[in-house]
């Protein structure tokens, strides 16, 4: 059998995969493709194994068991997973939000908030107005006050698959739904959309506070100290940081500005407000 290694490489973080090479397009596709490299020589310890055999797709690795699937859709959704919780568990001393977080100017802007409040939406309409990627599902926040790339292939869904172009060789995947089952989603590069942080970190400006609704327009407020805390907790995913450090984390709030962002369909706003939109975003204090 002959093998790819591909090799994800973020701030302190790093995966290897060893993959049979009649997979490693499929694989490149989806796993961090705008940072993705490619190396002809196979890991001789990589974090995981990827390769088919008696019509099976095979994950194994270091940590996990040997698993298989019926179908490649399955493999992919299974392993890009994998390797987000790898290069998660990797990164120490950093509170990971479930925000989209961008750079512009290399200052770093963070827009917190729960699924289906427009974190991708939001991103891809920044991104194409200068902004620079770092991630649009989970943010990254040192105790220094610096967000760091995640630079994750973006998850398109259903309720934007009509209004992005999805490359036609792009892999259907099903992604839990929370309660409501499975839907299916794209796993598209950044790149498609614009630029991504090439930097190490870039210190945090802003924070958003998401909120959706269902019109094509936008609203921003500024929230008081008191009322960052309760929102800002639920979403992060590592809270056992904030019972180490609370004095850090609260002095990391205290000292940004945060606003509410009430918004619905940025990807179909006209062209006069989403460049009014970037700009409001810059420019607000």
């Known amino acids: 059998m002959k093998i790819t290694n591909l090799t994800i490489k973020l701030n302190k973080s790093i995966a290897n995969i060893n993959v049979a090479n009649d997979l490693s397009n499929a694989v490149k596709q989806i796993l961090f493709n705008a940072i993705i490299q490619e190396n002809n020589t196979k ?36 392993i890009e997973w994998q390797i987000v919780d790898l290069l998660i568990e990797q990164q120490k001393n950093i509170l990971q939000f479930h925000a989209a977080s961008l750079s512009y100017n290399n200052d770093g802007y963070l827009f917190i908030g729960n699924p289906g409040t427009g974190k991708t939406s939001i991103s891809i309409a920044l991104l194409k ?48 739904r929370d309660e409501k089952g499975k839907e299916l989603a794209n796993f598209l590069s950044p790149l498609l959309f614009g630029k991504i942080e090439t930097g190490e970190s870039v210190p945090l400006k802003k924070i958003f506070f998401l909120e959706s609704i269902k019109k094509p327009e936008y609203n921003i ?28 984390i609260i002095s990391i709030f205290s000292n940004t500005s945060c606003f509410k962002l009430t918004i619905g369909k940025p990807l179909i706003f006209t062209e006069k407000q989403s460049q009014n939109f970037a700009k409001i975003l810059v420019e607000i204090s």
């Open 129 to 176: 107005k200068g902004f620079s990627y770092l991630s649009d599902e989970v943010g990254l926040l040192s105790l220094q006050n610096k967000l760091y790339p995640f630079p994750r292939n973006m998850i398109i869904k259903p309720h934007l698959r009509n209004i992005i172009d999805i490359p036609s060789n792009s892999y259907n995947l099903y992604i839990d």
């Open 221 to 248: 407020e500024k929230i008081g100290q008191y009322s960052i805390f309760n929102k800002m907790l639920p979403q992060l995913f590592n809270p056992e940081r904030f019972r180490d450090l609370p004095e850090k």
């Open 43 to 78: 890991c001789s310890n990589p974090d995981f194994y990827v390769y088919s055999s008696n019509n099976e797709y095979i994950i194994s690795g270091k940590k996990i068991t040997t698993q298989k699937f019926k179908n490649i859709e399955l493999l992919l959704y299974n």
